[in-house]
């Protein structure tokens, strides 16, 4: 059975919204706080976690925004993500942007359900809040993995958001990244 993570860069309040400031939030663009160091570190886990994913599940505005972003780039990551399979949730999307992907329609809980008992690896969901929400709310996921920026915005989408009944986590892994990031994993702990 597939495992299903979710992997977000956070705020040290939880905020997911518009870390690159390309949406318009007015608090936006708050990943620009770390420095060279920082990033190198968090490019290297990222590197790691697609080399290890079997694939990657997405919302459709994050497949349209990883297309732009990737299908020009080489070296080995964008390799390995412009490879990766992709499943795009979207009920009005006909053809996804980015390579190797497939579309899922239909009800997202069925749908990813199945994805997960098609597939025995990782699959990975970036960047895409909306469709997170979804898995978190209806115990899909399986694991969280967290860039913690060291920045509180006191407003904004968060990842938590929505959720509409207690998470129990435990904390598997914590480390920093370069001089300011703490990368934490968390699994989710079923209760039932």
Partial sequence: MGKIIISENVSLDGVVQDPMGEEGFRLGGWYHQIGARDRDEWAKALLD????AEAMLLGRRSDEWFAVRWLSRTGEWAERLNSLPKYVVSATLDEPKWSNATVLRGDVVDEVSKLKEL??????VNASIQLAHTLIDNDLVDELRLFVYPVVLGAGERLYD???????????????LGDSLAFLTYQVVRTS
């Fill in 119 to 124: 597939l025995t690896g990782d699959i990975v």
């Fill in 162 to 176: 929505h959720i509409s009944d207690k998470k129990v986590l435990r904390l598997v892994a914590a480390r920093s």
């Fill in 49 to 52: 976690e697609a080399l290890n």
